[in-house]
């Protein structure tokens, strides 16, 4: 499974490729940080544990949008976005789990939960595994190599939809034309 800093990575190119990244830097760090949250989120489920159950799923990415879209969470302008934007970086949670390997029973993601609870892995090892054991000999530098080659993957995708952005918009609309939401 990846870490925290690919799947906040991950979560960043969703939502911006919905969302548009905010022109206004207070808007965009919060946007960011908001992706970036969604993206590793679905992690949570360590602390009761359940992991790469209900949360990791397509059902749970629709009920986070839903709250978002509602609260109108400053993710986006307007709930139909907002809520785009929430699920595109949530649903990349179980997504980049399903592209890495996973030995543990049972192997993969709930990804289609509540319309099934089979677990989902694609097979295709695009990620290193992260180790939560800090004890094990080589903890440190396996980890490191992992989270290395997620930003190798990953960094370019975050660019790729900046600059896309960037390149499409029109100057007024970067520098003064875009809300805060």
Do not use: C
């Amino acid at each position: 499974m990846p870490s925290s800093i690919g799947h906040g990575l991950a979560g960043i190119a969703a939502g911006w490729a919905i969302a548009r990244p905010a022109a206004r830097p207070r808007a965009l760090l919060i946007q960011t940080a908001g992706l970036a949250v969604l993206g590793m989120a679905a992690d949570l489920d360590l602390l009761v544990g359940r992991h790469s159950m209900e949360t990791h799923s397509i059902g749970a990415a629709a009920i986070v949008a839903s709250v978002a879209a509602l609260w109108r969470w400053p993710l986006a302008e307007g709930r139909w976005r907002i809520w785009l934007a929430a699920f595109a970086a949530w649903a990349t949670h179980p997504l980049l789990d399903s592209l890495a390997p996973d030995n543990l029973p049972p192997i993969g993601v709930m990804a289609f939960w509540p319309v099934s609870s089979d677990y989902f892995n694609t097979g295709l090892n695009l990620f290193a595994a992260i180790s939560r054991r800090a004890w094990l000999v080589g903890f440190f530098k396996k980890n490191g190599l992992a989270v290395v080659r997620e930003i190798l993957i990953l960094a370019p995708m975050v660019w790729l939809v900046w600059l896309t952005r960037r390149r499409h918009a029109g100057v007024a609309d970067f520098v003064a034309g875009e809300p805060d939401f």
